[in-house]
């Protein structure tokens, strides 16, 4: 797929690719040289893990949307294809 670059640098994400990887902007990516390619990855978020009862609990600082139902049935489709 093709994009463009314009004179700051700056490099257009297609929609497609932004939905299917799940960013919207403003959003920080990390970009790095690997074998004469360049390549744009998703940072994870950090995460700590907390005991609540008799469980663990993932904890981040950022604020994260809600996780539905609905979310993890569409990241299960798509992960299927």
Do not use: C, F, Q, Y
């Not at 463009?4 to 994400?13: E, L, P, Q």
């Not at 990390?30 to 940072?43: F, T």
């Not at 700590?48 to 609905?70: F, H, W």
Request: proline share 6%.
């Amino acid at each position: 797929m093709r994009t463009t670059i314009d004179a700051a640098g700056r490099v257009v994400v297609p929609k497609v690719l932004r939905d299917a990887l799940g960013i919207a902007g403003p959003a920080e990516v990390e970009v790095s040289l690997v074998d004469g390619h360049l390549e744009i990855d998703v940072p994870t978020t950090p995460v700590r893990l907390e005991r609540r009862g008799r469980g663990l609990v993932a904890i981040t600082d950022v604020n994260m949307p809600e996780l539905t139902s609905e979310t993890v049935r569409d990241v299960l489709e798509r992960t299927r294809r």
